[in-house]
């Protein structure tokens, strides 16, 4: 088994390295220009992105104080933020959330008991994530023309009848009594409010790199398509979206123009997600480090 996950990381790996230095190949850009005039946009799309890490380290911390299962878990906000972008570089380099999101319980905890519970709450705040970002994709899909609007009910009355038959199940059903209890009990409205920032802020820190390569004011289609290319990224078996967005960015391109834009603004805004946790890594680890020291 360990032998099958391996040759399929590797084949994940080497899919997005070959596709995306496909779509890159033919582009036109220097990057020592870039620097050299657009520095206040990368620093704007690294300022946007720390506060996305910054509410959706919030939005996990209140998920647990929500339900207050075990003290061993309840950490501070510090150690949210630490765990949360160290899971995040993991995620922008391995191919599956599923490897970020289980380094997260090489946590304060050590009781083995809490570790289940711990895991549980990882995974709901996951669940959270995607549930906004994909409510998202959704409005971006019918601004965009990719979906009719028809198909834009149909797909949130789904949400709401898996919703209600999901609260409506025994909690031993199928040993699935940890997901039906968070759907029994709602976490606090913050939880929802935290996720929502965290997903916009994402998706702004895309337009600015968008935006830093046209010379008029990005319109408001440009804030959907990089609210779309945000929700691509979350496709199960990629390297954080890796490939994905950029494969998305050239597919709904207009022209030449923008089909680099958008592919250039993807590859930028990735290449910032893993610098941006890097910066809340170390500043974390430092803070801890002080904190230990004094």
Same mark, same amino acid.
């Given at each position: &088994? ?11 790996? $080497? ?25 206040? !946009? ?9 506060? *996305?890490?910054y509410f959706s380290s919030k939005r996990w911390k209140n998920c647990v104080e929500s339900y207050n299962e075990g003290k061993n878990i309840l950490?501070? !906000? ?19 959330? /599923? =490897?970020?999101?289980? $380094?997260?319980?090489?946590?304060? %905890? ?12 990882? =995974?709901?705040?996951?669940?959270? *994530? ?19 609007? %028809? ?7 789904? #949400? ?16 699935? #009594? ?15 409010? =935290?996720?929502?920032?965290? #997903? ?8 600015? #790199? ?15 398509? $990089?609210?779309? /290319?945000? !929700? &691509?990224?979350?496709?199960? =078996? ?15 391109? &207009? ?34 480090? $002080?904190t230990f020291k004094s």
């Open positions: &088994m360990r032998t099958l996950r391996l040759i399929l990381s590797l084949l994940i790996i $080497s899919v997005t390295v070959i596709f995306t230095y496909d779509l890159v190949k033919g582009l036109n850009f220097d990057f020592l220009e870039y620097l050299d005039e657009k520095y206040q !946009f990368l620093f704007l799309t690294l300022l946007t992105q720390i506060f *996305g890490v950490f501070t !906000f510090h150690t949210y933020f630490f765990l949360n972008a160290r899971a995040n570089i993991i995620n922008n380099f391995l191919p599956s959330i /599923l =490897f970020g999101d289980l $380094s997260k319980l090489i946590s304060p %905890n050590k009781s083995k008991i809490s570790k289940k519970t711990e895991l549980k709450f990882i =995974f709901i705040d996951r669940i959270i *994530g995607v549930f906004t970002l994909f409510n998202f994709g959704l409005i971006s899909f019918i601004y965009l023309d990719l979906i009719s609007i %028809n198909l834009l009910f149909f797909l949130i009355l789904l #949400q709401i009848i898996l919703f209600i038959s999901l609260r409506n199940f025994d909690k031993n059903f199928l040993n699935i #009594q940890s997901i039906v209890f968070f759907l029994k009990k709602l976490p606090s409205f913050n939880v929802f409010v =935290f996720s929502f920032f965290s #997903q916009l802020l994402f998706s702004i820190s895309l337009l600015i #790199q968008i935006y830093a390569f046209k010379e008029s004011l990005s319109s408001i289609k440009d804030l959907f398509t $990089s609210i779309y /290319l945000n !929700f &691509m990224g979350i496709v199960p =078996f990629s390297i954080n979206g890796w490939g994905v967005r950029e494969w998305s960015a050239a597919r709904i391109s &207009m022209d030449s123009f923008e089909h680099d834009i958008l592919i250039i603004s993807s590859i930028i805004f990735g290449i910032c997600f893993s610098i941006s946790n890097l910066l809340i890594f170390v500043y974390t680890t430092i803070k801890k480090d $002080s």
